[in-house]
């Protein structure tokens, strides 16, 4: 039986979208308020999805104390209450946005689950915006 588990997690971090491929003025024009030279925050909230079999004899997908361990030390210990843009080498060249801090987040659990387990993470940057990936 193919079940899904979740667990929520949460980290603030500071960034400042921009990209080097555009010019000052595009920056300014794509990104907005979020261009600003000197950073902002977001409170982001992290949904973690693990999908799977359910193991018979103990009637578990994953045990979810090992799935909060995992995500603790692979992503809200590592982001948590830092700067994307200059603290976290995985955004020295990449524009911090959601999208792409919903791929490294994926990116920094994936290795840390077995393979027999599908993996899916849903960001919130606001209560009303997020993102998932991969694509359902
Ligand atoms: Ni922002």
């Known amino acids: 039986m193919r079940i899904s588990v979740f667990r929520k997690a949460h980290f603030n971090a500071a960034h400042r979208l921009n990209s080097s491929l555009l010019s000052v003025q595009e920056n300014e024009r794509i990104f907005g308020k979020c261009n600003r030279p000197n950073y902002h925050g977001h409170n982001y909230d992290l949904e973690v999805?693990?999908?799977?079999?359910?193991?018979p004899v103990t009637g578990y997908l994953i045990d979810l104390g090992v799935l909060k361990d995992i995500i603790a030390e692979q992503v809200t210990d590592y982001l948590d209450h830092r700067n994307l843009n200059l603290d976290i080498p995985e955004f020295r060249d990449l524009n911090p946005t959601a999208e792409n801090?919903?791929?490294v987040i994926w990116?920094?659990?994936?290795p840390h689950l077995d393979e027999r387990f599908d993996l899916q993470v849903r960001l919130y940057e606001t209560e009303r915006n997020y993102v998932e990936f991969p694509v359902s």
Do not use: N, Q
């Open 49 to 55: 999805k693990v999908s799977g079999e359910v193991d």
């Open 101 to 103: 801090i919903a791929i």
């Open 107 to 110: 990116k920094l659990l994936r």
